[in-house]
């Protein structure tokens, strides 16, 4: 089901790509992105430094734009407006995955117990493979940018996603869902499921914001640096989710930063 979503949305995206530039003259764009992702979940202390350095991973995207200042057809630039000098269109196909574990202070070597010993023996994992759009605003001009040979492009951007996620969830004392392997809060049923645990996959919609800025190595392509948030509008995406209404200490869905490094090409 995910692989004929996936399918029909690239169809339909390039259908419309290639249908907005016959009528109205825009250029492309296509890259590359790849970079460290901190993934924020239900594993480990909230605000903690050693969860938030120890539950990372990777990603990796390829991305496409819009560029609405320039039309590849003509070889010259589009009527300079306002919306055309400072904003893309971009789209994106990306992957992440990122290993889990419980770290901060309930897993400290003084803790000892077997609920301690429950926690430092569980393990996690989650690939999420994502789908969607940002609008790219730039505070200076595109077209001055894309003139000038080691120039910079600073950028911000907001949009959504449609992600497929798949979550693993496993204690290297045993199989998950009994008392002797498993901390007590995991056990008890939480939002539909029978514990605060699921391996199960599936969809979810996300926002998307980031901060970034290009460089521009040649007449055709250019560096990108960015620093995403992505916020999840699930809680299962981890595969970790305690009941909200008895643990208040995981109140918030799943959500990470991503910094990525770029190259991006342009298509004449």
């Known amino acids: 089901m995910a692989s004929k979503s996936l399918i029909l949305f690239c ?8 249908q907005a530039n016959a009528q109205f003259g825009f250029s492309h764009e296509i890259g590359v992105i790849v970079g460290p992702v901190a993934f924020q979940s239900d594993y480990g202390v909230r605000h903690d430094l050693s969860t938030n350095a120890g539950n990372t991973g990777y990603g990796i995207g390829i991305i496409h ?5 320039y039309k590849a057809d003509c070889n010259c630039y589009t009527p300079e407006t306002y919306f055309n000098d400072h904003f893309k269109l971009r789209s994106e196909l990306s992957y992440n995955k990122t290993e889990l574990r419980n770290f901060g202070k309930w897993v400290a070597p003084d ?19 994502n789908i ?18 080691e120039s910079w492009g600073p950028f911000i951007s907001l949009g959504g996603q449609f992600s497929f996620y798949s979550p693993k969830a496993w204690s290297t004392m045993g199989p998950l869902g009994t008392p002797l392997t ?12 029978p514990m605060g645990l699921s391996s199960e996959g599936g969809t979810v919609w996300s926002i998307v914001s980031s901060v970034g800025t290009r460089y521009k190595l ?3 392509s250019d560096l990108m640096v960015d620093l995403r948030w992505q916020y ?26 991503w910094f990525n490094v770029g190259y991006i090409y342009y298509l004449q």
């Open 111 to 129: 803790k000892t117990g077997l609920g301690a010993d429950q926690l430092r023996a569980m393990r996690g994992s989650t690939s999420v493979t």
């Open 182 to 193: 498993t901390f007590p809060k995991y056990l008890v049923p939480s939002d539909g499921s």
């Open 232 to 257: 999840y509008f699930s809680d299962w995406v981890d595969g970790n989710n305690p009941n909200k209404q008895l643990f208040k200490e995981n109140k918030s869905n799943d959500w990470l930063v």
């Open 65 to 69: 734009y819009l560029n609405f200042s």
């Open 132 to 149: 969607g759009m940002q609008l790219e605003y730039f505070p200076w001009s595109i077209r001055d940018f894309t003139s000038r040979i």
């Open 218 to 220: 040649a007449p055709l």
């Open 11 to 18: 169809f339909l995206f390039f259908g419309i790509s290639n």
